[in-house]
């Protein structure tokens, strides 16, 4: 069981942070010289990955030699910001927490030394605590089981790693930051939503908060209703660049009618905001709205924490001035929501990020531009 209060509420576990001696392996490095990893725990380095929960290390270790056996034992590869020296443990999981930033009830640490554990929970008592002879077991445990599993759940890792080196090079590059964006060959594809992507459009819309124009949850089954609806288009938004991929990172929800397209939607990932990724979003969306011949328009509900949002809305052209397409009438337009509408003019396109998305203006309904008074 865990170290911490049985009265703690639940979290899932999006990081778990190992101790190495008599705890990952058998035996202690510096005293034993070899030490043995059991099968069963490689299993569960493997499929708590497998998952998309991080994994990290927290040793008071030789750096190089420790390591060292990690790549031996064919493991290295499955731990992110590894913190092996001699502080604290504590000031370790911090920091890990911090580089990841995991809130710390997002993070458990594995220690076998009943000292190790309770100084962690002393500094971080919102970090799940567990001994080491409960490690084989760890992928039994609730906290250690997402409720859903995506495609971009399951390579986590592999995405968090080419992060890490993504940024090293953009605090290491000279010149104006469009220059290195432009290095990268952004390419962001927007594609219909197939049943398999839903759960990670789910997740998304519950998720992602500062950069959602609503903060509203779609559920699944809410999805795949308007997946099935003509008149809507359920988009995700995917972006890869030299480094590999960025794994889906927006989705938009958009109702198209004779007179104007509504965005009910458009929720984007924080790790993409310095891409320009939302912009980028709404200028095409904007051209594709120009080809139908229709006016775009769209819901904004404020909520504590989507005021960047807003400034992206605006910023793109969209005002709350009256006007005469239909949409204020939309009878499923909330109190709080904002009717948001889009003021004609020439938005130019993005000079980092190519493209790859449908012409939804050859697929839509035609109907007339709306005046705005």
């Known amino acids: 069981m865990t170290d911490r209060r049985p009265d703690d509420p639940p979290a899932t576990v999006k990081c778990l942070v190992w101790d190495l001696d008599n705890t990952l392996w058998q035996g202690t490095l510096l ?20 998952r998309g929960i991080l994994q990290s290390v927290a040793s008071r270790n030789d750096h190089e030699h420790a390591w060292g056996r990690l790549e ?19 000031e370790s999981v911090r920091r890990i927490a911090d580089r990841l930033n995991f809130a710390h009830t997002a993070i458990a640490f594995v220690d ?34 997402p409720a859903t599993s995506t495609v971009d759940s399951r390579r986590r890792r592999e995405m968090y790693q080419a992060g890490f080196r993504r940024e090293a090079e953009r605090a290491e590059a000279k010149g104006p930051d469009e220059e290195f964006l432009r290095s990268l060959g952004l ?10 992507e839903l759960s990670r459009v789910e997740e998304l ?22 997946l099935a609806d003509p008149d809507h288009e359920v988009l995700v938004v995917t972006l890869t660049d030299r480094f590999g991929p960025h794994g889906a990172v927006g989705v938009l929800l958009l109702e198209r009618s004779s007179r104007y397209w509504r965005l009910r939607l458009l929720a984007t990932s924080c790790r993409v905001v310095s891409y320009g990724v939302g912009a980028t979003l709404l200028s095409w969306l904007t051209d594709q709205a120009a080809r139908a011949g229709v006016h775009l328009a769209a819901d904004f509900r404020a909520t504590e924490r989507n005021r960047m949002m807003e400034i992206a809305y605006r910023f793109a052209g969209f005002d709350d001035q009256p006007c005469d397409c239909g949409y204020a009438e939309a009878a499923d337009v909330g109190d709080q929501v904002q009717r948001l509408h889009l003021v004609p003019g020439t ?12 012409d939804l203006g050859a697929r839509g309904r035609k109907g007339r531009v709306c005046d705005q008074t």
Not at 32 to 38: K, R, S
Not at 114 to 123: C, G, K, L, W
Not at 187 to 196: D, E, N, Q, S, V
């Open 205 to 226: 819309t519950l998720r992602t908060s500062q950069m959602n124009a609503t903060g509203v949850h779609y559920s699944d089954a809410r999805l795949r209703g308007l």
């Open 112 to 145: 076998d030394q009943p000292a190790e554990r309770a100084e962690v929970t002393f500094h971080l008592p919102e970090v799940r605590v567990y001994p080491a002879e409960r490690a084989a077991a760890l992928p039994d445990l609730p906290e250690f089981t």
């Open 72 to 90: 031996a034992f064919g493991i290295a590869e499955y731990f992110v910001l590894p913190e092996i020296g001699w502080g604290a443990k504590s």
């Open 187 to 196: 390419l962001m594809r927007i594609a219909p939503a197939t049943p398999g």
């Open 31 to 50: 005293e034993d010289g070899e030490v043995v990893l059991p099968e069963e725990l490689r299993k569960v380095v493997l499929e708590l990955d497998s």
């Open 347 to 358: 938005r130019g396109a993005s000079e980092t990020i190519r493209l790859d998305a449908p």
